[in-house]
Nanobody, 124 residues
Framework: QVQLVESGGGSVQAGGPLRLSCTGFRHTTQSDCMAWFRQAPGKERETVAGIYTGSDTTTYADSVKGRFAISQDNAKKTLYLQMNSLKPEDTAMYYC?????????????????WGQGTQVTVSA
């Protein structure tokens, strides 16, 4: 049973940093990927950042490019999201996801593993 666990969320003022972590899973094939998604109240879930775990190729949503960085530590089976220059519009529940079999443009698609989420709140 795969269990992804996110941590590192919290409350921060605009302009500040946070680093999210996701533990519990490590892929063993080149074609797999992991990603961060987020969902704000009343809004649809959206992609934030993805990484192909075999090649370290990354992709980012336009809204976070230049501010966020996704990375992985295979030895620790941990996925990270470094978030800098946070804005109030980044406020959301952030979820970690890992592909079971399919990725598209660096993001898991179809059936994949999810974590329980960690809340990020950015105040103006």
């Amino acid at each position: 049973q795969v269990q992804l666990v996110e941590s590192g969320g919290g409350s921060v003022q605009a302009g500040g940093p946070l680093r999210l972590s996701c533990t519990g899973f490590r892929h063993t094939t080149q074609s797999d990927c992991m990603a961060w998604f987020r969902q704000a109240p009343g809004k649809e879930r959206e992609t934030v950042a993805g990484i192909y775990t075999g090649s370290d190729t990354t992709t980012y949503a336009d809204s976070v490019k230049g501010r966020f960085a996704i990375s992985q530590d295979n030895a620790k089976k941990t996925l990270y999201l470094q978030m800098n220059s946070l804005k109030p519009e980044d406020t959301a529940m952030y979820y970690c996801a890992a592909s079971k079999s399919n990725c598209r443009n660096g993001y898991p698609v179809g059936d994949y593993y999810w974590g329980q989420g960690t809340q990020v709140t950015v105040s103006a």
